[in-house]
Nanobody, 121 residues
Framework: QVQLVESGGGLVQAGGSLRLSCANS????????MGWFRQAPGREREFVAA????????DYADFAKGRFTISRDNNKNTMDLQMSILRPEDAAVYLC??????????????WGQGTQVTVSS
């Protein structure tokens, strides 16, 4: 059974940084593409960043470019999202996802429960 568990969320001041991590169990990690999404209260879930299985190619939402960095360690079965220069509008539940149905920015087959990120102004 595939399980994705996020960690690293918390409260940070605007301009600060956080590093989120997603740990996986249940499937061969380095084959599948992975992604980060976020959902704020009252808003739809939105794509943040994604990384293909080998880690060679990444994709970022416009708001994440230059501030967020996605990475993965296939030996440890973990994927991270380093977030910097955080803004109040970055506050959301951040979710890890695995195995896209089609395209890196669309629906994924497996999802974690999410980790809360709160940014104070």
């Amino acid at each position: 059974q595939v399980q994705l568990v996020e960690s690293g969320g918390g409260l940070v001041q605007a301009g600060g940084s956080l590093r989120l991590s997603c740990a996986n169990s249940g499937f061969v990690w380095n084959i599948w593409h992975m992604g980060w999404f976020r959902q704020a209260p009252g808003r739809e879930r939105e794509f943040v960043a994604a990384l293909i299985g080998t880690g060679d190619i990444s994709d970022y939402a416009d708001f994440a470019k230059g501030r967020f960095t996605i990475s993965r360690d296939n030996n440890k079965n973990t994927m991270d999202l380093q977030m910097s220069i955080l803004r109040p509008e970055d506050a959301a539940v951040y979710l890890c996802a695995a195995i896209p149905n089609s395209g890196l920015r669309g629906e994924y087959r497996f999802w974690g429960q999410g980790t809360q990120v709160t940014v104070s102004s």
